[in-house]
């Protein structure tokens, strides 16, 4: 008897409140990255109704006078407003009736320089308690990454699909063509799996935000025609699919206007949509020196490449570690029974391959560069260009395990 069930994931479109959010905090970050690489930034941010407040640690390097001490204000530095104005104004806030507005929004500055006590774990010099004078992990904590066979990406389809009508509708509403959409949306895929691969769409859920003066049919007859049936494979649809659009029927208050946003609230829409696992920790608004955010980018690097190589069809990776010290205290690698060697294997080649220290994966990956803006919106993970999604490595790794298979 065949092995059945249904697993849905969900994204969000850029003017979600958490997702406005997050871009603010990305953009905070490139900015800060665009002065000094070693800019050392955790920015969160609010929103609600017609305010933002930013608030966290930022140190500039760069700015800061050696003689006095002082650093230049930040506000002036990367003009703050400003990016924040614009972030806002590329999501699409700039209509007459929006509260929230990138040109009316009223903006709260609570940002500060990051403490000195976590600096020094992180600095690559030696502190009196500290046991080394390399560079350490910003935090503790645990991070995974996954990759599989079911996409072209190596993701899991759920997620994927999720991500693509959220993209795809982005792409209509910013083209102008279609007058009644706007920036709030969210959607959700519920994929069939028979003896563990996607057979079927059961059900397609999208809710977008819409002006006042479009009918409910008119928006379900097009997201169905124009945005469902053009991103997911006709495959993978069928008569017994079905379409949940705007299912409260009217969704005219959105954004943050309706609703508060948070940074780093989305982050299994950030990963891989419930499919793998996650270790708990956001990664918009955070320099790479956290490995909250670089360190689940390496982990998603090297899965994807044991999937790449050929090495499994299914690969996730966990890896932790403790503040200021520079080695991870773990790796584990499991590839879920598909692999073509033992995990020990694949686990023992992957550290002779990569290396997990925080100073280093900021190496491999060239992460200090403002290219953050990039990651905020479907997905971190699946996205061509960006360097944990390129499997370069792939040779490299399915030699060394051939040499430890030996």
């Known amino acids: 008897m065949a092995n059945t069930f249904v697993f849905s994931s969900e994204s969000v479109g850029e003017g979600h409140p958490d ?6 905090s990305d953009s905070v970050l490139d900015a800060c990255l665009a002065i000094d690489k070693t800019s050392r930034v955790a920015c969160e941010t609010f929103v609600k109704s017609n305010i933002v407040v930013v608030g966290g640690e930022i140190t500039i390097p760069k700015l800061q006078d050696k003689k006095t001490g002082k650093t230049k204000a930040l506000e002036e530095a990367i003009n703050l407003g400003k990016i924040i104005r614009d972030a806002i104004r590329h999501i699409g806030y700039t209509n007459d009736d929006d509260v929230f507005h990138a040109d009316t929004v009223f903006i709260n500055n609570y940002l500060t320089a990051q403490s000195a006590d976590i600096s020094q774990g992180v600095d690559a010099k030696k502190v009196d308690g500290k046991k080394t004078a390399e560079q350490g992990a910003g935090d503790q904590g645990l991070m995974f990454g996954y990759a599989c066979s079911e996409t072209p990406e190596l993701m899991p389809t759920p997620v994927m699909f999720a991500h693509r009508l959220g993209r795809e509708l982005t792409k209509i509403r910013k083209s102008g063509k279609v007058k009644w959409l706007r920036p709030d949306a969210k959607s959700q895929v519920s994929v069939r799996y028979v003896d563990g691969k996607p057979t079927e769409v059961v059900n397609v859920v999208i809710s977008t935000q819409h002006t006042a003066d479009v009918s409910h049919s008119e928006i379900e007859s097009f997201l169905i025609d124009n945005v469902v049936k053009k991103v997911i494979p006709a495959s993978m649809l069928n008569d017994r699919t079905e379409y949940l659009i705007n299912p409260t029927g009217r969704f005219v208050i959105g954004g943050p206007q309706g609703d508060s946003g948070l940074t780093g609230r989305k982050i299994i829409v950030d990963t891989y949509g419930g499919w793998g696992r996650h270790g708990g920790g956001a990664f918009s608004g955070k320099d790479p020196s956290k490995v909250d955010r670089s360190a689940a980018y390496m982990a998603r690097w090297v899965a994807k490449t044991i999937v790449a190589s050929g090495l499994s069809s299914i690969a996730e990776l966990q890896v932790a570690y403790a503040i200021g010290h520079p080695k991870p205290v773990s790796v584990y690698v499991d590839t ?29 990956l060239n992460l200090l560069r403002p290219i953050y803006r990039e990651t905020t919106n479907y997905g971190h993970f699946g996205k061509a260009g960006l360097p944990w999604e390129i499997t370069n490595k792939a040779s490299a790794l399915k030699a060394a395990v051939k040499a430890l298979s030996k």
């Open 19 to 24: 997702k406005v959010a997050d871009l603010i």
């Open 336 to 364: 879920f029974g598909t692999g073509v060697v033992a995990d020990s294997v694949i686990s023992e080649a992957v550290q002779k391959v990569f290396s997990f220290k925080p100073a280093d994966i900021v190496k491999q």
